[in-house]
Nanobody, 121 residues
Framework: QVQLVESGGGLVQPGGSLRLSCAAS????????MGWYRQAPGKQRELVAT???????NYADSVKSRFTISRDNAKNTVYMQMNTLKPEDTAVYYC???????????????WGQGTQVTVSS
């Protein structure tokens, strides 16, 4: 009924950049917050960045000043520009959306399938 489709992951050298995208589609009435989370091997999933429908952002301390989250409300899409990437940024990145579906009307979290980001020389 609702799908989040991510793109933009890949292999990059330390110091490089990547841009992730996540498009939400389906029976969507309204999207509240959207965000990115990541999970490295052997670790728990952690918040990377979130953005509200009004554009208020929140970042993990480890990515502040390097990552920038943005969204296009008309396209139900969230982006994350990742600069100065480090090996410790290596993880599967998941898109998340807190949204209100159409019929039936319900509010819940949705997750994308994940996209691999590998930072290595």
């Amino acid at each position: 009924q609702v799908q989040l489709v991510e793109s933009g992951g890949g292999l990059v050298q330390p110091g490089g950049s990547l841009r992730l995208s996540c498009a939400a589609s389906g029976s969507i009435f309204s999207i509240f917050a959207m965000g990115w989370y990541r999970q490295a091997p052997g670790k728990q999933r952690e918040l990377v960045a979130t953005i509200t429908s009004g554009g208020i952002t929140n970042y993990a301390d480890s990515v502040k000043s390097r990552f920038t989250i943005s969204r296009d409300n008309a396209k139900n899409t969230v982006y994350m520009q990742m600069n100065t990437l480090k090996p410790e940024d290596t993880a599967v990145y998941y898109c998340n959306a807190d949204l209100l579906t159409g019929m039936p009307i319900a509010r819940r979290d949705y997750w994308g399938q994940g996209t691999q980001v590998t930072v290595s020389s």
